[in-house]
């Protein structure tokens, strides 16, 4: 099934659904050169999600709020995923990767080893709105070689379900859609879920040791027979016995359903560097004052 696709797909069985657990509403804070934005998943949740480290919800339609942008910062031993729903931001970094994020792409970063990018507006008004993920990278995988890729709108695997939810499948598996990237040790699931006006019933099959959450950015949703309100991440609780989540709404409503597969390593975090030791860190610190990060 191609990103174009539209054709009605029927829901996987789920008989026993997950529940939720907790409803977080995020923290306001500023990153970059002043952008203000919400934290969803703030640090003390890392080992709840694992390996999911942070979730950040921007949006704004004053250019004050997010034009300083995001000027040259490191990274190392995670991934980003930034998910623009509106406005443009451009992409460049020290492995000399560039590229233009704009309505409904994604911009999928591996940090790896090492890499200083910088992710600034290209617009001077209008609405800018998204959402930037960070994902572990298991030990193995820390000191991999940067890798960059951008992906449009168009080129981002979409299906609809028989309820009517429209489903673009970022990452992961859905519908018998896959998405746009596969990643082996963590398995992670990322979708953005389009309810209809009249709303609808969406059912993902998960395996119960993932670690999941639904993130609720327009309407409302319910999770379980519990609501969850607009802004607000509801934490599902992991049972050996649930097989799935479903989520329903009674009107108009989106919603993101991430999920993955724990990668129980021990979490070193410095800012902008996320190892498995203190001496780890140490080490990303040393190598970026030296000028040997990102190259």
């Given at each position: 099934m191609t990103a174009a696709s539209c054709g009605a797909v029927a829901d996987a069985p789920v008989h026993r659904p997950r529940r939720i657990e907790q409803v977080i509403a995020g923290?306001?804070?500023?990153?970059?050169?002043?952008?203000?934005?919400?934290?969803?998943?703030?640090?003390?949740?890392?080992?709840?999600?694992?390996?999911?480290?942070?979730?950040?919800?921007?949006?704004?339609?004053?250019?004050g709020d997010y034009i300083a942008g995001f000027p040259d910062h490191p990274h190392r031993g995670f991934e980003t995923v930034t998910y623009m729903?509106?406005?443009?931001?451009?992409?460049?970094?020290?492995?000399?990767?560039?590229?233009?994020?704009?309505?409904?792409?994604?911009?999928?970063?591996?940090?790896?080893?090492?890499?200083?990018?910088?992710?600034?507006?290209?617009?001077?008004?209008?609405?800018?709105?998204?959402?930037?993920?960070?994902?572990?990278?298991?030990?193995?995988?820390?000191?991999?070689?940067?890798?960059?890729?951008?992906?449009?709108?168009?080129?981002?695997?979409?299906?609809?379900?028989?309820?009517g939810v429209a489903v673009t499948v970022i990452a992961g598996t859905s519908g018998g859609v896959t998405g746009a990237v596969t990643r082996q040790a963590a398995a992670p699931l990322y979708l953005d879920l389009h309810f209809p006006d009249g709303g609808a019933r969406f059912v993902q099959p998960l395996p119960a040791d993932h670690n999941a959450f639904v993130y609720v950015y327009r309407g409302t949703a319910e999770v379980g027979g519990q609501p969850v309100p607009v802004q607000r991440m509801a934490i599902l609780a992991n049972e050996p016995q649930a097989?799935?989540?479903?989520?329903?709404?009674?009107?108009?409503?989106?919603?993101?359903?991430?999920?993955?597969?724990?990668?129980?390593?021990?979490i070193a975090q410095y800012g902008p560097f996320v190892m498995n030791t203190a001496a780890e860190i140490h080490q990303a610190v040393q190598d970026f004052h030296a000028g040997r990060l990102g190259r």
């Open positions: 923290q306001p804070t500023s990153d970059g050169a002043g952008v203000k934005l919400t934290r969803v998943l703030t640090q003390n949740l890392q080992r709840r999600l694992d390996p999911f480290l942070m979730l950040d919800a921007f949006g704004s339609d004053r250019p729903i509106a406005g443009r931001m451009r992409h460049r970094d020290s492995a000399g990767h560039e590229g233009l994020l704009e309505n409904g792409g994604v911009q999928w970063m591996t940090a790896g080893r090492g890499v200083i990018h910088s992710e600034m507006p290209e617009q001077e008004a209008g609405v800018m709105e998204g959402f930037q993920l960070w994902l572990n990278l298991p030990g193995r995988d820390k000191m991999q070689p940067p890798w960059y890729r951008d992906f449009r709108a168009a080129d981002l695997p979409r299906y609809t379900s028989a309820a097989d799935g989540v479903v989520v329903e709404t009674t009107g108009p409503a989106r919603a993101l359903l991430i999920a993955g597969r724990p990668l129980g390593e021990p």
